[in-house]
């Protein structure tokens, strides 16, 4: 099963050699330093308004959509993760041929 549908991790002791951090220990969420940037706007939200304004289903129209949409899949894109063991590197292959000597 994958990571994301596995039941809730047991909390029993893990044995500690004493090197790196105490896996036992409680982890703390990491504060984030405050940015002075300004915050970066949605850039659909100019997109949404002028697809407003546009006739559904135009040619302008999906273009404009097309662009939304687009900006959507990036957005997940970064915050989508995906372990390294919820993925097999190769999928198995029943197509596999060979020489037997």
């Known amino acids: 099963m994958g990571c994301a549908v596995a039941p809730a991790q047991e909390h029993r002791p893990i044995a500690w050699d004493g090197l790196g951090q105490d896996p036992n220990r409680p982890v ?3 504060r984030r330093a405050a940015s002075h940037t300004p915050a ?3 850039p659909n939200k100019e997109r949404e308004r002028v697809l ?3 006739r559904p289903y135009s ?3 999906w273009a404009v959509h097309d662009e939304i949409e687009a900006e959507h899949d990036r957005q997940l894109g970064a915050k989508l993760k995906i372990c390294r063991d919820c993925v097999p590197s190769q999928p198995p292959s029943d197509d596999v041929t060979g020489s037997i000597r």
């Open 52 to 54: 407003g304004t546009l």
């Open 40 to 42: 970066q706007s949605d």
């Open 28 to 30: 703390a969420p990491k």
């Open 59 to 61: 040619d302008a129209w």
